[in-house]
């Protein structure tokens, strides 16, 4: 099964780094976000990769070419392309198969294999990962002006947000057209409608690099030896 990975978007919000390479090549414990995401998925010995690629796509091909890493292909879906569109623009490369897909900038320690179990039991179109989201701020519990707990940005236990760790059909090719659009709207909302779209809940460690300081936490973790997804 290939494994699809989302590198394209300019990264605004982590400006500091993005002005001269792209988000997915941001380094924790001195090596490149994407890198750390591939590694993980090779622990669960899937090694076929496809990279989405975009804004300042020449980066992440001439690193991965320097490399040697055999079966990574990164392919320029154009700057200004959505996720939707870049998806599309992938189609004649995944031989009708189902596929794996996620972000170029989220890691976890998702169990891969019981991923793929539930997709396959459930028999949808579409699986999306939730998780709960970690807090930007310390929680603070406290009665009568009295502090009775401190959790310094712990993960939440309500709400669920998408996780970005996906399984696809390839009749999910069906639903997409080269419109410039979001996967996260126009075509997951026609899967809801459709009812042909799985929620796979992973409660264990999850955490998305958006900007400088989530880049701070994460490297926090991997230099004490703390990060779940090594």
Sequence with gaps: MKVVILA???GTR?????????????KIGGKPIIEHIIDYYKKFSFNDFI???GYKSE??????RNKKYK?????NTGINSLTGKRIKKLQKYLNRNAFLLTYGDGV?????NKLIRFHKKNRKIATMTVVHPPARFGEVKFKKNLITSFKEKPQL???WINGGFFVFE???FNILNFKNVMLEREPITKLVKKRQISAYSHKGFWYCMDNLRDKKVLENLYKTKKAPWI
């Design 8 to 10: 394209g978007g300019k």
């Design 14 to 26: 982590i400006s500091e780094y993005t002005s001269s390479i792209p988000k997915p090549m941001i």
């Design 51 to 53: 990279i989405a690629s």
């Design 59 to 64: 980066i992440i091909k001439k690193y991965f």
């Design 71 to 75: 079966n990574i292909k990164v392919i």
């Design 108 to 112: 976890s320690n998702i169990n891969l």
């Design 157 to 159: 236990k309500r709400g």
């Design 170 to 172: 390839p009749t999910f």
